[in-house]
């Protein structure tokens, strides 16, 4: 009933920017603000690793190699949670999953998307 839904994915070129939404939409907007949402990655034959991570309170953290070009954020009126990604690079190629985290500590995984990033 929580799982998050993803969409954004696709192929681009190096240098360029992509924005990945991630919408829960049977959740009540409560729910969806009292939440911790994040962005994880993983590229083919590495395991999946933190993008970002943005808290209830709405404080942000960034993975090293992604922080300045990559933006967490949330818009809760939508109950959609967005990456924007900047300055993409061929690692930054993967499947991107959306992760949700309730008050609870229940998760929820969306099922993922291809980014791919050509050089």
């Known amino acids: 009933q929580g799982q998050p839904v993803e969409s954004g994915g696709g192929l681009v070129q190096a240098g360029g920017s992509l924005r990945l939404s991630c919408v829960c939409p049977?959740?009540?907007?409560?729910?969806?603000?009292?939440?911790?949402w994040a962005w994880y990655r993983q590229a083919p034959g590495k395991e999946r690793e933190l993008v970002a991570i943005i808290t209830p309170e709405g404080n942000t953290n960034y993975a090293d190699s992604v922080k300045g070009r990559f933006t967490i954020s949330k818009y809760n009126a939508k109950k959609t949670t967005y990456l924007q990604m900047n300055s993409l690079k061929s690692e930054d190629t993967g499947v991107y999953y959306c992760y949700r985290q309730s008050q609870s500590g229940s998760v929820d995984w969306g099922q993922g998307t291809q980014v791919t990033v050509s050089s």
């Open positions: 049977r959740i009540i907007l409560s729910t969806f603000t009292g939440d911790t």
